[in-house]
């Protein structure tokens, strides 16, 4: 088990992208916090009636006070930290529409959480890795930075951001051993994704629209970005640090 007795740290852990990970992460051995502003108690059910060990906390990840109690809650319940995955992010629910139609208070509620909800995240976790001795940051961008999405200008600049922001985290940490590195899913069949498209002719359109696109002519699922994010976690990545790891099945090619 490539990370046992390794404590991990998953934020928007109530479902999806989220829920995958810490199931994964906990049949590979780990502790696993389950961080989410809603209640990731299923999540946690899930990952203890499968044999695995966590934690669900409830945190507000754009506040100072709630990441830095989740990074102490966690020390406190395991012993230490050895990764986290900033997963959680403002997705759902998010209006469709161009740039110049985009309301300024659900702008700022994006970019506050996508953005500098991941770098409060950062900012918490790294003394704790640094007793730790070292450890792994891995932060979910989106793929939509690279295709340019033009109905999501304000999620697509907080994922470019998230991307950004990795590789300047990545330079700072690397004297204590801590690597830092982002992927960009493509678009995955989570229940977020399913509710975007609004009405079940428009999801199909889009459903259709992304299969096409890609390489590998199927839907994407949680469990195709996971494998991914677990090697950015492992040892197996241990002179890794400053990446981006495209996954989306081969829709676009630089």
């Known amino acids: 088990m490539i ?20 199931l994964r992460f906990a049949t590979e051995g780990a502790n696993v916090v389950c961080a989410d502003i809603a209640d990731a108690s299923e999540t946690v059910s899930l ?19 709630s990441t830095n109690a989740m990074c102490q809650a966690a020390e406190d319940a395991f012993g230490g930290i050895d990764g986290i995955v900033n997963n959680a992010a403002i997705y759902a629910g998010i209006a469709m529409e161009p740039f110049h139609r985009i309301d300024d208070a659900e702008w700022d509620r994006v970019m506050n959480v996508n953005a500098k909800g ?6 918490s976790v790294y003394p704790y890795l640094i007793k730790r001795g070292g450890g792994s940051i891995v932060n979910i961008a989106s793929a939509s930075i690279l295709e340019g999405n033009p109905f999501f200008a304000h999620y697509t600049a907080s994922k470019g951001a998230v991307w950004a922001l990795t590789r300047s985290v990545s330079r700072v940490v690397g004297e204590q051993g801590i690597r830092c590195n982002s992927i960009t899913p493509g678009y995955t069949m989570t229940d977020a994704s399913k509710g975007l498209a609004g009405d079940p002719e428009a999801f199909q359109k889009n ?5 096409q696109t890609r390489a590998i ?9 996971v494998g991914t994010v677990l090697f950015l976690l492992s040892d197996d990545s241990a002179f890794l640090t400053g990446q981006n790891l495209n996954v989306d099945g081969g829709c676009i090619n630089y």
Request: proline content about 0%; hydrophobic content about 40%; overall charge neutral.
């Open 3 to 22: 990370l046992d007795n390794k404590t991990i740290i998953v934020t928007g852990a109530a479902g999806g992208l989220g829920r995958a990970f810490s």
């Open 47 to 65: 990952v203890k009636a499968a044999g695995g060990s966590a934690l669900s906390l409830k945190v507000d990840i754009t506040k100072a006070d």
């Open 118 to 123: 991941t770098w409060q995240c950062c900012k």
């Open 207 to 211: 459903y259709d629209y992304s299969i």
């Open 217 to 225: 002519h199927r839907a994407m699922e949680a469990d195709d970005v």
